[in-house]
Antibody
Framework: EVQLVESGGGLVQPGGSLKLSCAAA????????IHWVRQASGKGLEWIGR??????????SYTASVKGRFIISRDDSRNTAYLQMNSLKIEDSAVYYC????????????????WGQGTLVAVSS | TEMTQSPTSLSASVGDRVTITCRAG??????LAWFQQKPGTAPKLLIY???TLQSGVPSRFSGSASGPDFTLTISSLHPEDVATYYC?????????FGPGTKVEIK
């Protein structure tokens, strides 16, 4: 059974840092890109960024609002992806989800067939 | 790539045909996905590559594309379809979501 489990959320002060984890099981983690998506309370989905698989050089991409503050990484030996969040702002408060995108080498596959349950980040003084 | 959706919300009766439209600000070929999200839960993939039904999704859901415009159709609205629906570009980063369409039962 495919599973993605986020952890590491919590309350942090503005300007602080937090590192989220996304632990994967039930599929070949090294063969998938991992995306991070967030959702502020009562708002829509916001794509944050992606780390690609080894096949694609572990290339990362980010949305403009987090570029330079957030870093996505992965450890294939631990089947885990990470979202390091620095210089946090109040507007970063949200539920953070990870989701996978299989990278088979045969065309572009869609992200989002499996998601974690989300972890809540609250940025407040 | 900016994604727009219309309408923002809709109210329809059980059994009605429901159509939601998404427009891509730039060319994304057919690399568009549709998601359903119910309150307090993670999004669920319904459609990918504009018109391919994800495994396990009821056949009353369908998708189509015409140039920059994409459409999600629910052929006959069921009570369990009450949710917010999002489109997402997955052609090139940033993989933007549309703002969402909230579907309610009249």
């Amino acid at each position: 059974e495919v599973q993605l489990v986020e952890s590491g959320g919590g309350l942090v002060q503005p300007g602080g840092s937090l590192k989220l984890s996304c632990a994967a099981a039930g599929f070949t983690f090294s063969g998938s890109a991992i995306h991070w998506v967030r959702q502020a309370s009562g708002k829509g989905l916001e794509w944050i960024g992606r780390v690609r698989s080894n096949r694609n050089g572990y290339v990362t991409s980010y949305t403009a609002s987090v570029k330079g503050r957030f870093i996505i990484s992965r450890d294939d030996s631990r089947n885990t992806a990470y979202l390091q969040m620095n210089s946090l702002k109040i507007e970063d408060s949200a539920v953070y989800y990870c989701t996978r995108q299989p990278e088979t080498g045969r065309g572009i596959t869609p992200p989002g067939d499996y998601w974690g349950q989300g972890t809540l980040v609250a940025v407040s003084s | 790539t900016e994604m727009t959706q219309s309408p923002t919300s809709l109210s329809a009766s059980v059994g009605d045909r429901v159509t939601i439209t998404c427009r891509a600000g730039q060319g994304i070929a057919t690399y568009l996905a549709w998601f359903q999200q119910k309150p307090g839960t993670a999004p669920k993939l319904l459609i990918y590559e504009a018109s391919t039904l994800q495994s396990g999704v009821p056949s009353r859901f369908s998708g189509s594309a015409s140039g920059p415009d994409f459409t999600l159709t629910i052929s006959s609205l069921h009570p369990e379809d009450v949710a917010t629906y999002y489109c997402q570009n997955y052609n090139t980063a940033p993989f933007t979501f549309g703002p969402g369409t909230k579907v309610e039962i009249k």
